[in-house]
């Protein structure tokens, strides 16, 4: 909120605030909170403004890399449910063309991948891409907070992200499919398939 009151003293015209899906409703996730604070601060600053709302990345799974090259598995705590994760490559095609181009003032842009994937479709999809067999193992909720905590994540985020993930186990807006903006600014969704490909080396093609 600092950094927009900066901006409006400076006499910036026009703020792109790259946002969350989520930001839009009310939420336990803190983060999500957060986006929407900011969002409401910025919507009274006087300023022109453009919000830019990706649901999760697809590039957070690189983060279970280890277990996946030292074991084979995905370890979640996600049972059976389904999201849409988006390429951070797309949305930064999009936030590009904002920033040369401007306009799009006072828009809400929503942004998910193009396909909907339990973890076990994104083991699949591990599996192609590294020529290794890729498991999805389903943890509970507090086996997840407990290995993040061991990896050295602070408390208070751990305790943040169970809270996503239990918003995440009723389903919501991360289980839906949102392509207008790719569309608006003619970008080719990017699929997991060919992120998998992209990256496989980082989760252990070759090893």
Partial sequence: ?????????????????????????????????????????????GMAWTSLRPTGFMQEYIFEAPSIVNDGSLYLALDNIKLSPVDLMDVG????????????????LPMTGPDL?????????????TGRKVRYVPISPLERWRALVAAGIPTEVADALDKQVHERLQGGSESTIELSTHKRFNVLPTSFSQFAERHAMDFGAGQ
């Fill in 1 to 45: 909120m600092t950094f927009i009151d900066a901006c409006r003293a400076a006499g910036v015209h026009h703020l792109i605030k790259l946002s969350g899906l989520n930001a839009g409703r009310e939420t336990t996730f803190v983060f999500s909170n957060m986006h929407k604070r900011i969002e409401e601060h910025l919507r009274g600053s």
């Fill in 93 to 108: 095609k999009v936030g590009f063309q904002l920033l040369r181009d401007g306009g799009y003032h006072g828009e809400v």
């Fill in 117 to 129: 994937l339990s973890m076990a479709d994104v083991a699949q999809h591990l599996s192609t891409a």
